[in-house]
């Protein structure tokens, strides 16, 4: 696995573990998005669940570890940041559409579908759809287009009617780690 490279709570778990949550938030300051499993805030099925094949869960976690805890360690975590470092832009592009920051291959979502943008001189994300076809929603709410909406740990964000994804802050997503340690 690459540095900084990490595909599900299951790896993001295993690097806290080792780091501790001060590092961690050293290392990891940028929102993070969770999807396939079932919120935790909110009780709604996020996506569809898969198999983790190549980790036995018995050699992380103690016998006690609830069965419950493994489609959150199966999720998909993507990282709210900028795919181009030296970019003087302070969006963040969603969409189908490979040139994005980040990609979502999903036929229900639009080319370019929204950007995320961090509120200046603030630790606030907002969101911002940018006229898709199939609409950008928080907590089921659609978006207006080209209206910044201010977003809060655990929101739930759809983009289209098949792609959901859970916001968390660098803290908050530290927090859910620190009760799945």
């Known amino acids: 696995m690459e540095e900084g490279h990490h595909e599900t709570v299951l790896d993001y778990l295993k690097v806290f573990i080792g780091l501790g ?3 961690f938030l050293e290392t990891y300051n940028y929102p993070f998005l969770v999807e396939n499993y079932l919120a935790p805030s909110s009780k709604i099925k996020l996506g569809r669940v898969e198999t983790i094949s190549e980790f036995d869960l018995d050699d992380i976690f103690p016998p006690s570890s609830k069965e419950e805890d493994e489609p959150i360690l199966q999720a998909r975590v993507i ?27 999903n036929k229900m979502v639009s080319k370019l579908h929204a950007y995320f943008c961090q509120l200046p001189g603030s630790g606030v994300m907002q969101l911002v759809d940018m006229t898709s076809t199939n609409g950008t929603f928080v907590n089921g709410t659609r978006l207006a287009p080209s209206v910044k909406s201010s977003l809060e740990d655990e929101d739930v964000i759809s983009f289209g009617p098949e792609t959901k994804l859970e916001f968390f802050s660098p803290a908050s997503f530290c927090q859910l780690l620190q009760k799945l340690a």
């Open 21 to 23: 949550v001060k590092q």
């Open 79 to 105: 990282t709210l940041e900028k795919r181009e470092v030296d970019s003087s832009e302070r969006m963040i592009f969603v969409g189908r559409s490979t040139n994005n920051d980040i990609v979502l291959a």
